[in-house]
């Protein structure tokens, strides 16, 4: 039993280590993918807007998702989507396809994270789970630091497409997830009542206008504002099953917490951002030796 256990737990790691390695992938090449296709700068970053619009909203998707069917069969959905979009950027060449190929990764790594967790404390024993948390944890900051490191060698070594080639390796964690992944749904039992579409319909209204109104145009950040409020109306029908229950807001610690998680996430996000930067214009340093950086640092 423990056994299995170890197996099962060494299985969702990896399956959190390539989901979070691929969002980072790919930032260390868009400029030599910029070249290749012959598209600007502007447009090679939607191939990592892209993905981070679809992976926002996705995990909230797939979390709610797990209460209607079993979370086995939903992760495997995810690897067969996030290999399929790896196996389209790898065999065809063209700035549509790339783009298409990292939307399909998205739809389908967007359950890496978010079941794993569910999946760690649904189904493993209480002895081991606070070991299994703190590993997938520890996948977590490690694949952000594999990512640049790993994206640099192979992309100085076999070009980018190799990327694609090295995500499409997930698919060998199908077996793992069918053989000792046990069936069964995030709420013990499966929920019957009907998916609230128009929830998620607003939640992705809201990040997407969120998201480019901070990139792009920050009069989009009025249709986020729009859409929060529709959001906050539609909460308040009588239904039984809510895309996001308002209930938990009401708990100044969930709050609290909630603040310290997005100022740490945003935190992150930007120091990834402009620390490759920051190396290459002060010490210039190459892709490798910046991964190679940001990879101990993740380790310690």
Known sequence: MKNKMNKLIATLCLIVLAGVMNSILFNVTLEDMAKDLNVTSSAISWIVISYTLVITFGSVTYSKLASYFQIKNLLIFGVIMFTLGSLIGYFFTGYTWELSARIIQAIGGSS???????????FIPISMRNFALALIGGCLSLGSGLGFLVGGILTLTWGWHSLFLLTSLTLLTVFGIYTLLPSGYASKERITEPFDILGLFYLVIFVTSFILGVKLNSFLLFLSIISLFLLGLHS???????????????????NKLLLISFIN???MVAILFLYPSLMNRAFHLSSVGIGFI???????
Request: aromatic content about 12%; some cysteine; overall charge positive.
């Open 265 to 267: 996430n945003a935190a």
């Open 236 to 254: 308040k029908k009588k239904r039984k099953v809510l895309f996001i229950d308002p209930s938990v807001l009401k708990y100044f610690s969930f």
């Open 294 to 300: 940001i990879c101990m640092g993740s380790i310690a």
């Open 112 to 122: 890496f994270i978010a079941l794993s967790m569910i999946a760690a404390n649904q």
